[in-house]
Structures are given as C-alpha cells and as structure tokens.
C-alpha cells in the first residue's frame, strides 16, 4: 500500500478514484504548522533559527497520517506545485520525522498541473525528490514577513495610537491606494471645450468630424480653454464652406490575448463578473480540485496560481481542432499561437490556466455547477478558445475636412473604424477598468476627395480634465504584477488583509484610502521610506526567485535585509510622539488641509478664529484640533470620507435651549454619540447614539436634541391606555408597547410615527405569535418551487447571516449573494449541494458501524445492563470525542 499526501479533501477524493486499489489518499488540509505569532519564533542572533508550531487542528490529522505511513511501502507527497505546495510537503515531512514515523519507506513527490486521470498517472511514473530551492525561498519569504511584522508593528502601536500593524508587501500596496488618493487631491481640474461639426454627403449620410486645427496649427485636446474661444470658432463655422480634404483607409489587425494567468483571471473576473479577487481564487480552487460530473470527481481547469502563459502542445492542438469544427477553417490561424509573458520577475513555472478538456463545454458542465462556478469556468473557456484563433481585421478610415471662411482655413477631422473579419472576437473581447470613449469605433460613409458637404449642425461642448481614478481590485492587482510586487498566489490575501485591517474600503468596486491607513503610509514614508518603495520591494522579490533558482542562499538575503532594517528601527526608538505628528502633520497636510474655496487659511480654527488645526493623536487614533485647546474645544475627524467617524474627538454642537447644558458630539468604544452637559453628583449625563448610517458630519444641534429626547412618547394604546414609545435600541429603530417590540424600517421615522401606524405595527407583531415577538424571525423572500423536489424555496436573514431554505435544508449563502440577489436556480443548487452532503454523513456513519469481517455479532448500542464500572468513560462536557473529532476533520 502507498500512501499520497495532498492538501484538500476535495483533492484526495478525485485522485482517489484515479489510483484505486493500492493507494490511500490523505489530505493535510493545508498547512500544518506555522511560525508561532510571538516574538523569537525568527531569530537573527541564531543563523535565522526558525520555531514552527504544529496547528493544534492539524494534530488530529498529523497522527492519522503518522499511523497510515507506518503501514505504508511509500509515501508520496502529492501536494500542489508551487512553493506553498513545495512547503507543505516539507512541513509534513519534518513532522513525521520529528515523530519518528518513518522506517525506510521511499519519500517521492509528485507534482501535476491538472487534476486529470491522465495528468495523475503520469506524474506518479516521474518522481522526483522535496526541492529544497523553493522550500529555502518559502523560508526565506516566511521569515521576512514575520520579521517586518513583529518588529515593526510594535513600533507603530508606541508612535502611532490607534495603528495595527504593518506589513512587508501590503504596506506597498496601500501606498499605491494613498498615492493615488494623493494625486486626486491634488489634481487642479482644468477647463477645455471641443467643437463638433455634424456634416453630411451629397448622398445624405450624416457622420461627425472634431475640430484639429486652424490657420496652419494644430489644436491640441486643451488648446481651446474657454467660452469665448469656443464661440469663436463656432460662429466661423457656421459660415464655412465644407470640403472633403483627404480620405485615408488603413488596415488593422487586432490580435487575441492570452490565456489567464493568476493576475489576469482576477482582473478579468472583477471586470465582467464583479469577483473579488479572494472570492474568484476559492472558485477557481473548487473548479480545480474537482466536481462531480456524471458520477465522476474531474477537475475542469489546470494549477490557478501561476504566471505563465503558455499552454501544453496536446492542449494548443485541441483547441484548433475545437476553432476549425465550430467556426471553420478561416478562424484557426496557419500556425499555433505562442505567448511569452510580459510580467516583470514572472517564473512562468506553470501552464496558463485552462479547462482541462476543452471538449467539455460551458453549456456542457453549467448543471453539474453552482452559478459562480458555471461563470468562471466559461470565462476560462472562452478566454482559452479565444487565444488560439485568427486575428481580428479591422480597417480604420481617416477623413480630413476643410473648412473655408473668408480668408481663413479650419481643419476637421472624422475617424472610424470597420470590422471586415470578426476573428476571435466573434467569441470574446476583453474588458476595461476604464469605459473610454472610443472615437474609431463608429462607422464612417463612403465619401471621396474633393466632395462638397453639407452642414448639420455645430456643437461647442465645455469639458474638465479628470483626475487618474481610483484603483479597483482588478487594476490594483494589474499594477503590482506590473512593479514586480506580489506574486500570483499572495494578491488575493494582500487586497483582503488590507479590507480586514480597515486600512482601505471598498466603494462602487472602488478602493478608497481610510484615515488610518493613509496615516500608517505617512509614518512609514517618513521614517521607513525605503521599505515602501516599489523598486525595494521588487528587487527583494528577485532576490527570492533567486532563492528558488538555487543561485544564492536564503539566509545570505535574510542578513542583508535584518541588518539595514533592525538599524532603521534603532534610529526612531528615541522618537517622541509629537515629532511623529510634526512629521505626519506635514505629510498628510493636502489630505487634511485642502484649499478653502473662499481662498482663505485652510488651517484656521472655525470656532475660535485664532487657533490653528494640527493633526491631534488619541488612544481612538488620529483627528484634527484646535491649537488653542483647552480654551478652545474644536475638533474634526481626518476627513469627511474617511473613517474618522469613531476619532472625533470632542465637538460642541451649542447648548438646549431647556436647560442650557452644552451639547456635544463625542467618540467611544461602540461609535459616535451625542451628549447632554458633563453630568453632575456622580450621575452620567444623558447620551444617545447615532443611527446605522448617520455621518458625524451631519449632525447638528437639532439633530442631536432630537436623538437625547428619545425614546419618545408617540400616545396612548386605544386598548389599555398604556404609552406607546418609538426609540433607537440595540437593534434599530422601534416602538414599543408594554413588553411588545415592533421594528421601523428607518431611524427617520422614529421622530415622525403617529399613533394609529404604531397601533397596527404593534397588533401586526402580536399576530405572528411569540416565537417572532422573541426571536425577530425573518419570513424570507419567496423565489419559488423547487423544480424537481416541489414545496417553496425561500431566503432569509438569519442569525448566523443570510441562507436558503427548502424543506427543512437551510444553505448559508456565499458572501457575494444576499437574499435580495440571489435567484432561484442559485439556490436550488446550494440546496441541492447540502442535501447532499448531509445525506453523506449518515451513510459515513453506517458504514463505520458495520459487522466486523468474521462476522461477528456487533454489542448492542442500547443494552439495557447496568454499565461497567472498568468501561471506559464519555468524554466529559466540552471534550471533543475522538469519534466526533474524526467526522469533522472527514
């Protein structure tokens, strides 16, 4: 018996079937052990002694695979290729050696790109041994990472309040988001008009020409800068006498792209699909390890982390003999496409990511899919389809227009572009981050030199430059494979740390900067630049493919950078708190000082007039304040947009007119708030949060008297003459009678409820009983019949976050669905999927509990004897059982 080690289940299960008799297949489940998240676990002072700690989840697994290998004649480590595979392995490995395991058995690994019958076998016939050129450049990525992290994160809590951490590669991808934040900011929008003549032929087609020049010049996009020009040129215009000056046809050939790489297939998801990085990068793993089609686990698309472009011979030759069967032979081009990547430090290790089959079409597959997986898949086939096909011809037309006026000569110009053979563009074309305005693509009329033609009209239209937009995730990703930054298997885990940590949000699948990560960028930038530059952070991703190119040792690397980088942070120890904020103060001041449009002191206090605004740290973070506190008591978040909600410090709204107590806009633990006077006696004075949604900058002295008089009294129950209150609880807004609560739809109609809507509200939750009055259960959205099973399918919010339900299965819904979203047919295939996995589990159970071989009678599980008192006793409560253990890790 030989046993295989893979990381998934889902993994171990497809290849299972593959290798049959004569092979157990175990899944590690990932990663088994990590450096331990303390201090010391990378020591410098030792050579780099790196101390690895076991997951405590993985022990379980640790010792099953110990047991099997014992048994086994070979252990072949089956782990997926590329470094982190290449890491798992190693870590096994060392763990079964540490527990002394192993006696003899050969050690091979294996490695394929494609989860195939065919791609299986033939890696089990070449073998090979752990190469320990990616292992050292794990290692040494590994430690780099942690050194960065635990020494400098530390540093950044004592300068820098309210920081988290600080990390190697994503503290230069957030630079990139500040630095293009930066640029918007400081972008001075400039004025420019076009002129736009609407002309015809002597045959009546109409087409549009622009404006180029005039009296000899060229106009330039900006050259016409104002109102007064444009009307100008205009008028001369309507006067003129049009002529066709020079037509002009060129050919064009527009070529395919290649199949995706890691990067490419995340920018592209997020363009037409709308993915998240990390969330395509859990389809593609799915689509890879393996689904069931026809009763067969297959995986339907090679390796989906890599860098390389290209594709295997067999696969190239299926793909033209796909192209010639559907779309003939004038779409396969005489000779097979070759691609080479353009990607700075690309190792180009793997194939391009591809359907395994190309003979299993999207049409083909999509039942056996969930609809995610379905849109994925497609896309890698078309995109893979596409990239072996003809050129597209294109012919582009340019017409010059003379414009005669008295003496003087306008220039005119029209363009566009004609299909005369669609090539792979009959299958697929790739998206854009940015939607242009594409002049070549409209259709010019046949018109020849020396035609007279007619005016329509004579548009003159006022334009502003536009600052560089926004990153979305897919253009982030593009730059950083760009500057070498990042490598196919990290981009994914850098965009989601950055989310997780609130450095950076996510708006209309825009990345904007929050304060306290534009705040970490300054403090890095001005005392730690060079480890944010991107020419540092590529050249260490050389050196590290070095690494793996066993052309220089890892911890050579390690020395060069500790002993630069531990000297930097010995440099700021003695830095005092108020010279960080001098220096962040400077850095940050065109985000937080940007110019008024009175042309007035941007940092002039708007309360007292006198004092000037700084940029002020709290134990809550950073905001800006008065220098003339405490006499003067002003301050602000960073930024309207920014997440300064919970940094507001202190902010006076004006005094009630009941009482004359001061009203205040505050920040604590849970957000901000309003509060009445300071309290008197020991008492705590009267506070009322903000509503879900409310922006600090919004609340004024009305407002925040409106919120401290709640809960109010809307009026008396006609029933029982109780008092009905409306009021903001813990879970919204609400009116309350006696113990019966009812919910608002908005915090607005706290303030403007009447009685008899109350009234019905209330009656309307008694109706529904007191499991709903308890609980708040959401009756869900209908989507329909389930199509083959019958009964409804409905969608809910539930306490542990949106599901599906049908007949008693409830399905969590992915993070990318809400129960507004979601259709039936995504639902019935989440539903389907659950069924079947609780199905599975029983039988698993059955299974186990089988007759031994011999036939042998099995003890009765419910005896009714009095238990032995030498029997070996339950786990007690909060133990985990062996057994139960054994199904989750299953």
């Not at 790109?113 to 299986?120: L, R």
């Not at 205009?234 to 046809?249: H, I, M, P, Q």
């Not at 379905?374 to 086939?381: F, G, P, S, V």
């Amino acid at each position: 018996m030989d046993l295989v080690l893979v990381e998934s289940p889902a993994k171990a299960k497809t290849i299972n079937k593959y290798l049959g008799r004569g092979y157990e297949v175990l899944a590690s489940f990932g990663h088994v052990r990590d450096l331990p998240a303390k201090s010391g676990s990378v020591d410098p002072d030792h050579n780099f002694r790196m101390l690895w700690e076991v997951d405590p989840k993985a022990q379980k697994r640790l010792n099953d695979i110990a047991r099997a290998v014992k048994g086994a004649d070979r252990l072949i480590l089956a782990t997926d290729p590329d470094r982190e595979g290449e890491a798992i392995s190693w870590h096994v490995l060392q763990v079964l050696k540490d527990k002394k395991a192993l006696n003899g058995q050969a050690i091979q690994r294996v490695v394929f790109n494609a989860i195939t019958k065919q791609a299986v076998t033939d890696a089990m016939k070449h073998p090979r041994g752990i190469d320990q050129s990616l292992v050292d450049a794990y290692l040494a990525r590994r430690a780099l990472d942690y050194l960065v992290g635990f020494t400098l994160s530390p540093v950044l809590w004592r300068k820098l309040p309210g920081a988290r951490s600080a990390g190697r590669v994503q503290s230069v991808a957030l630079r990139l988001v500040c630095d293009r934040e930066l640029e918007i900011e400081k972008f001075v929008r400039q004025e420019y008009w076009t002129i736009v003549a609407t002309l015809a032929t002597p045959r009546r087609e109409t087409f549009e020409a622009r404006l180029v020049g005039a009296d000899g010049k060229k106009l330039q996009r900006l050259d016409i800068g104002s109102g007064a020009e444009a009307e100008a040129f205009k008028r001369a215009l309507e006067s003129a006498a049009f002529t066709v000056a020079a037509v002009e046809a060129k050919p064009l050939k527009r070529h395919p792209q290649p199949p995706f790489t890691t990067s490419t297939l995340q920018q592209e998801a997020s363009r037409k699909l709308g993915f998240a990085p990390a969330h395509t990068m859990r389809v593609a793993q799915r689509l890879y390890e393996g689904i069931d089609i026809g009763g067969e686990s297959v995986g339907l698309i090679t390796y989906m982390r890599t860098d390389g472009v290209q594709i295997a011979d067999e696969a190239v030759a299926a793909t033209r003999r796909l192209i010639e069967s559907d779309y003939g032979a004038r779409y396969v081009p005489n000779a097979p496409r070759r691609y080479e990547t353009k990607a700075k430090n690309a190792q180009e290790a793997h194939e391009a990511i591809r359907p395994t089959d190309l003979s299993r079409r999207p049409r083909d597959v999509k039942r056996h899919l969930d609809a995610d997986q379905a849109k994925l898949y497609e896309l890698i086939w078309l995109r893979t389809v596409a990239s072996q096909m003809e050129s597209a011809e294109l012919e582009r037309t340019t017409a010059d227009i003379a414009a005669k006026v008295a003496d003087r000569l306008l220039d005119l110009r029209a363009t566009g572009t004609v299909i005369k053979f669609d090539g792979f563009l009959t299958l697929y074309q790739e998206g854009r981050d940015e939607d242009l305005e594409d002049e070549d693509s409209r259709r010019l009329p046949e018109m020849s030199t020396g035609e007279r033609l007619t005016k329509r009209s004579i548009a003159a239209d006022q334009h502003f430059t536009e600052p560089p937009p926004r990153y979305s995730e897919a253009s982030l990703v593009k730059r950083l494979e760009e500057l070498g930054i990042g490598r196919p298997s990290t981009y994914a885990s850098i965009l989601q740390l950055l989310k997780d940590r609130k450095y950076v949000r996510l708006d209309k699948r825009r990345l904007y900067p929050e304060d306290r990560g534009r705040i970490v960028v300054a403090f890095l930038e001005s005392f730690f630049a060079k480890y944010v530059e991107y020419d540092f952070t590529a050249g260490l991703e050389e050196q590290l493919d070095l690494i793996s190119n066993n052309e220089i040792p890892w911890r050579e690397v390690l020395r060069d950078f500790w002993r630069d980088f531990i000297g930097a942070v010995d440099d700021i120890k003695d830095l005092k708190i108020s010279e960080v904020i001098d220096a962040l103060d400077v850095l940050l001041a065109p985000h937080l000082f940007p110019p008024r449009a009175d042309g007035g002191d941007p940092r002039q206090c708007p309360n007292c007039s006198g004092g000037r605004l700084t940029l002020k740290l709290s134990k809550y973070g950073a905001f800006i304040g008065c220098s003339n506190y405490p006499e003067c008591r002003y301050t602000r978040p960073l930024s309207a947009t920014g997440d300064g909600a919970a940094e507001i410090g202190t902010k006076v709204l004006g005094s009630d007119p009941e009482s004359g107590l001061e009203v205040t806009l505050r920040s604590g633990r849970f957000g901000p708030y309003v509060q009445l006077g300071e309290g008197v006696d020991g008492e705590k004075p009267k506070r009322a949060g903000l509503p879900k949604g409310t922006s600090p900058e919004d609340v004024d002295l009305k407002k925040a008297l409106a919120l401290l008089s709640l809960p109010r009294e809307v009026g008396h129950h006609p029933e029982d003459g109780e008092p009905i209150r409306a009021g903001l609880g813990r879970f919204g807004p609400y009116v309350q009678h006696g113990k019966t609560y009812a919910n608002l739809e908005s915090a607005d109609e706290v303030f403007t409820i009447g009685l008899n809507r109350a009234v019905t509200l209330l009656a309307e939750k008694v109706a529904r009983g007191p499991r709903f009055r308890r609980f708040g259960a959401d009756p869900g959205r209908s989507l329909g019949e389930h199509p083959t099973k019958g009964g409804p399918i409905v969608a809910k919010s539930g306490r542990y976050g949106p599901y599906v339900s049908h007949a008693g299965v409830n399905a969590t819904l992915p993070s990318d669905k809400t129960p507004e979203t979601v259709t039936l047919d995504e639902a019935v295939a989440l539903i389907d999927a659950r069924a079947e996995r609780g199905a599975a589990a029983p039988r698993e159970r059955r299974r186990k509990s089988a007759r031994p071989a011999n036939g042998a009678a099995r003890p009765s599980t419910r005896s009714t004897a009095k238990p032995n008192a030498n029997a070996p006793k339950r786990p007690a409560a909060g133990k985990k059982s062996t057994r139960r253990t054994t199904q989750a890790a299953e």
